[in-house]
Every structure is written in C-alpha cells, then in structure tokens.
C-alpha cells in the first residue's frame, strides 16, 4: 500500500485494519467507527491443534462479506430505484453461500470455493416486473460488490420477490449453466449418502 499517492477524483478509496488476537479472532476497524469481530463459531472441528477452535463472539469473515454483499446491493438499488424513478417501501434481502471448506480443514490440495450463492430479494413495491426487472439489470451492472462476485465467476442464483407473494417475480442465474445447480447437485450427493 501506497501512502500519500493522489488518485483520480473518480477513486473511491476505503480503508480498514485488522488485529489478530487469541486463537481464531480478528477485530477489524476502519476511522470513526466501532470495530467488527470475526471469529469462527464454537464447535467448528478444525482438527490440529485444538486450540484454533473459535468461541463465536463475532462474525466470521463469510458472514462478513456475505452482509457487504446485501449492503451494497441494497443501497445500489436505493440509488437506481431513485434514478429510474421506482418506488418501493422496503427491501429485505437473504442470503445462503454454500461453500466446499475441504481444501481449508481436510484436504489441502483441493482449493476453498463457493459451490453457490444464492441471493434473495424482496421488495414492497407496486411497480411492475417489467420495471423491477430494469432495477435488478442496472443495480448489476453499477453494484461494486455483485461485480466482484461476478467477475469471480461465483455461481449465483439472484431471486427477486413481491412482499408478501410466495411465487419468485423472476431469477437471475450467473456463472451458472441451464439444468441443475450445484445446490441442486450438493442435495442429491446429501441424500446419497444418508442411505
């Protein structure tokens, strides 16, 4: 990292620090602000040596990104939903990562990745489909955190809801093929060896 460099106007820049403590925990801070804990979850059978187990005072560092991820994008569509003129009372957003951890714990030359991620957005809005489907479009394209997870090839099926109706309006699959999903695929392996 560069200090004192003068960047374009165009730049945003965003800093933040990290301090390790004992065993798995890490309290993250940017200026101004109260710090974040990250730590793994109680329990987490890491294996050797034992005492890498976390405690479960914080977020992990997935849970961490996964949060950045339904932050920006919501604030994005607050932004895009504003320039297309698009009125909405409230969003709520869910989202689920299912992630191979057998090259972090178990099996070390496999590398950790996302199988998929699956991101759920819930809108109250008497907009129509058709203009709801323009949001999604543009909050893709302008979002910086759904970029990096595009750009990352991530598997994501993006489903977006009307409050308060069961059925999807519609999903958007990225860097994932027609037919069945990974999740789909991790299910059927699930079930598989249940029996």
């Not at 496999?110 to 999604?136: G, S, V």
């Not at 759904?146 to 750009?151: A, M, T």
């Not at 991530?154 to 409050?163: E, S």
Request: with cysteine; glycine share 8%; net charge positive.
């Amino acid at each position: 990292m560069k200090e004192g460099q003068v960047y374009p106007p165009y730049v945003g820049i965003s800093d933040v620090t990290t301090v390790s403590h004992e065993q798995m925990r890490v309290e993250g801070f940017f200026e101004g602000q109260p710090s974040l804990m990250f730590d793994e979850p109680e329990g987490f059978d890491i294996g050797d040596p034992p005492e890498l187990r976390g405690r479960s005072r914080g977020w992990t560092p997935v849970h961490a990104q996964l949060a950045a991820l339904a932050g920006c994008t919501s604030i994005t569509i607050a932004v895009v939903a504003r320039d297309q003129g698009l009125k909405y009372a409230r969003l709520s957003t869910k989202l689920r990562s299912l992630i191979d951890i057998r090259g972090f714990f178990f099996d070390l030359h496999l590398q950790p990745k996302f199988e998929q991620l699956n991101f759920d957005l819930t809108l109250e809005t008497r907009a129509t489909t058709k203009a709801i489907q323009a949001l999604a479009t543009e909050t893709h394209r302008r979002c910086p955190q759904l970029g990096l997870f595009r750009l990352a090839k991530i598997p994501m099926l993006v489903t977006w809801y009307r409050a308060g109706k069961p059925k999807p309006l519609f999903e958007e699959r990225f860097s994932l093929r027609a037919g069945r999903t990974p999740e789909d695929r991790l299910i059927a392996k699930g079930k598989k060896l249940k029996t």
